[in-house]
């Protein structure tokens, strides 16, 4: 099999881009996610499907989809070192980011983020305008507006700007506050992240195969390490307690998730130490325009 980076294609007036998925067990949605990166009308566009270790069908769809670079970890390794293995590859300027429960809508939206990153060389990210079935409603399309973060079924990222952030952080949990500590490191190094309104992305929120118990106590856990590692002193003394507080008034409303959220703080006190020692704290100004907008986009 060919690599990624001998697939690249290289169009002199365009900008290089690198298409991610990664998928794992999704055998049955993932096709869907695929003929709408194909679809897109942008020249100089490349798709690496990075299967990370699924037991379903997923292998069998390499001699169905053909256009597509196809990378397979026999174990799982988890999505965000995926990503970074994608985003590692030589000769990209840009890179793709699309869930493989999710799929673009019209076939230009890439060519739009491309031409506004092109503009804007502070730009570092695109957020697109996420849809879901429980925000199914399209809305026209309008100016690009100023995000704190940008969701992770759908964006698109300067690599350049990327690794002078120096990809995804490590973190004890598979999942969960990734897109936050990526967006901070940006932020702080002064490149701005934008939402495309109207430019949209449908997330399927496929969660066949996932089980909720490790997905909220990694997301526990990667939070509350975020916020260790972020956020500057003295204001942490202050942003813990509240990030707690606030965890455990949803378990308080929803306790079928109190046992695996109480495991995710366990999991921060056996990494208290190695999270410490990792502790590259940003501007407060930066982590303050993040808590003030990272309910949007």
């Not at 194909?38 to 490349?46: E, I, K, W």
């Not at 292998?59 to 169905?64: C, G, M, V």
């Not at 932020?187 to 939402?195: M, P, Q, S, V």
């Amino acid at each position: 099999m060919r690599s990624v980076e001998s697939l690249l294609v290289n169009t002199p007036l365009f900008p290089r881009v690198l298409l991610g998925i990664t998928t794992h067990n999704r055998a049955g949605i993932l096709p869907k996610a695929i003929a709408s990166a194909l679809a897109q009308d942008y020249p100089c566009l490349s798709i690496a499907v990075l299967d990370d270790g699924s037991t379903d069908d997923t292998p069998a769809l390499h001699a169905q989809l053909p256009g597509v670079t196809w990378i397979r970890h026999e174990q799982s390794r988890g999505y965000m070192e995926s990503r970074n293995e994608l985003m590692r590859t030589p000769g990209a300027d840009f890179y793709v980011s699309l869930d493989d429960d999710a799929w673009f809508l019209r076939g230009d939206e890439l060519s739009l983020a491309i031409a506004r990153m092109q503009a804007q060389p502070s730009l570092a990210a695109i957020a697109f305008d996420i849809l879901s079935p429980d925000r199914s409603a399209e809305i026209p399309r309008s100016s690009p507006k100023s995000a704190a973060v940008f969701i992770g079924c759908g964006h698109l990222l300067r690599l350049s700007a990327v690794r002078e952030a120096g990809f995804y952080a490590a973190t004890p949990g598979a999942y969960g506050s990734e897109e936050k500590d990526l967006c901070l490191r940006l932020a702080d190094l002064g490149y701005d992240i934008e939402l495309m309104p109207g430019v949209h992305v449908w997330h399927d929120k496929a969660w066949s195969g996932r089980d909720w118990f490790p997905l909220h106590r990694s997301g526990v856990c990667n939070e509350l390490v975020m916020t260790l590692r972020r956020c500057p002193l003295p204001d942490l003394l202050l942003v813990l307690p509240l990030k707690f507080a606030s965890f455990v008034r949803y378990w308080l409303q929803r306790p079928e998730f109190a046992r695996a959220g109480l495991a995710g703080i366990g999991d921060v006190l056996r990494h208290l130490r190695a999270t410490l020692q990792s502790r590259r704290a940003v501007r407060r100004k930066t982590f303050w325009r993040m808590i003030h907008g990272h309910t949007q986009p």
